[in-house]
């Protein structure tokens, strides 16, 4: 079992112990949940995704270290993909970011076992492990940004989403929805030959974009040297500082309480007609299957199972 008051102190193995246990789920996790609930809400979150080879982990780590070079502590939680063997994560905490580590930050990689959304689901969970910890700030890099990869916007108060010239995330970017989801672009790579056309791109996308209380500013860096990475994270505390005002931060925490409380009564219900009620599951499947069913009917009958369950 994990000590959660030794978690609280940013015990970096305590940590460690508290992020596997929410992994793995069940009553253990939910135990521990419940004994940091009340150190929760004190973080800032920050989103990192894109497409595959723009250089996410790269920025994640520079910002990371600007932000504990600033005075803030930092854990950056990395959503790789699952391996098809052992179903760990590919990457390992140490190999990737050295720098970062090096300099205190604390990085945690987590399998994303096929979750949609690019997302592991325990990210919400680990994400309170670490705010409950006492990091300042707790950055979420995701696999990469595709059409159901945009759940990021979910789990975090600020989404920066990574692009590069010459990959087409004009054309992704339109299919995926992010600049619904995008809080700040960062144009990576910016020494590079079409970065300015796809500022571009940007620029143009955001004019046709409804109007709102917030534009996303568009930012050019490069990972490698480091240029840009001030102005990217100025960038997001500004976003931070937008979200302060009219209540809009306690407005997204309320909407990611109301989407975890839904999936915990999701798995609740998948837990209970995976037990006793699979019978009267498969019956309802295989009518509405065949045709010879609705699936809302599907759906009162199974939830009328449910009511049965609870009468005395």
């Known amino acids: 079992m994990v000590n959660a008051a030794e978690v609280t102190t940013r015990n970096f193995r305590a940590v460690a112990r508290a992020l596997s ?16 609930a009340g150190r929760v809400g004190r973080a800032r979150t920050l989103g990192v995704t ?19 070079a600033r005075g803030h502590g930092v854990a950056v939680l990395a959503v790789d993909p699952s391996s098809p063997f052992s179903h760990g994560a590919l990457l390992g905490d140490r190999v990737r ?41 707790v950055v979420v890099e995701t696999v990469g ?7 990021v916007a979910s789990e975090v108060e600020t989404v920066v989403v990574v692009t590069m010239a010459g990959l087409g995330d004009d054309v992704q970017a339109a299919k995926a ?26 620029e143009d996308m955001l004019h046709l974009a409804p109007s709102s209380a917030w534009t996303p500013p568009i930012i050019r860096t490069s990972a490698m040297s480091g240029e840009g990475i001030a102005a990217l994270l100025d960038a997001v505390i500004e976003h931070q500082g937008f979200l302060d005002s009219d209540g809009k931060r306690a407005t997204l925490r309320l909407r990611r309480a109301e989407r975890r409380i839904e999936r915990c009564l999701h798995a609740l219900l998948a837990e209970d007609f995976r037990g006793p009620h699979l019978e009267a599951l498969h019956r309802e ?16 009958a199974l939830f009328g199972v449910l009511q049965a369950k609870e009468k005395p």
């Open 21 to 36: 246990c929410v992994e793995r789920g069940g009553p253990d996790a939910e135990e521990l949940l419940s004994a940091l």
């Open 50 to 68: 894109g497409s595959p080879g723009v250089g996410k982990s790269s920025m994640v780590e520079r910002l990371g270290i600007e932000l504990m």
């Open 97 to 137: 970011m050295p720098a970062f580590v090096a300099a205190g930050g604390f990085v945690r990689s987590m399998a994303t076992r096929g979750a949609l959304g690019g997302l592991t689901a325990a990210t919400a969970d680990a994400v309170d492990v670490l705010d409950a910890a006492g990091f300042d700030w």
């Open 145 to 151: 940004v595709g059409q159901d990869e945009v759940d």
């Open 177 to 202: 929805g992010i600049m619904e989801i995008a809080d700040v672009f960062a144009v990576n790579k910016a020494d590079r030959p079409g970065a300015e056309n796809q500022v571009a791109v940007l």
């Open 285 to 300: 499947l295989a009518a509405v299957g065949a045709g010879r069913r609705d699936p809302y009917a599907a759906a009162r």
